[in-house]
């Protein structure tokens, strides 16, 4: 990613953290289940909690995007912990479709083709990476 990628990214992020998690999770999980229903039940019945963790989540890599190798450790504890609720790599395709969607309906007049492609390319960026993880666990 570029400097004016990574600026993009964290400004817009800083948008959605001024949003509560429960709104921003709540629409981030309705999509995603909308596109694959059988996902549900890899959550627990009260979602509150994981609602807190997707923005924590997102917050620390959005936060270190300058410097990967800082979360490297983070990405590939988070990408086995996902194993072992069901997720497969073919699951990431749709978790990155739900992400922007979130994303570019929050922001609205804020959703530009250069905020797009950053974005594109952070969440290419952390999937390739939890991808690569649960291949190495398997190696």
Not at 24 to 48: I, Q, W
Not at 119 to 125: A, D
Request: glycine letters at 4%.
């Amino acid at each position: 990613m570029t400097e004016i990628e990574i600026a993009l990214v964290k400004k817009t992020w800083r948008m959605f953290r001024e949003v509560n998690p429960s709104v921003v999770g709540d629409v981030f999980y309705t999509c995603l289940f909308t596109y694959n229903p059988s996902l549900r039940k890899m959550f627990p019945a009260s979602m509150n909690e994981q609602y807190q963790k997707l923005m924590e989540m997102i917050s620390t890599i959005v936060s270190r995007l300058e410097k990967p190798h800082e979360v490297s450790h983070e990405i590939s504890e988070l990408a086995r912990r996902h194993v072992k609720y069901g997720v497969r790599p073919g699951h990431y395709k749709l978790v990155g479709k739900a992400l922007l969607w979130t994303l570019q309906h929050g922001l609205g007049k804020d959703w530009t083709p250069e905020v797009e492609t950053a974005w594109l390319k952070c969440y290419s960026r952390l999937s390739e990476s939890m991808i690569q993880a649960t291949i190495n666990m398997h190696a």
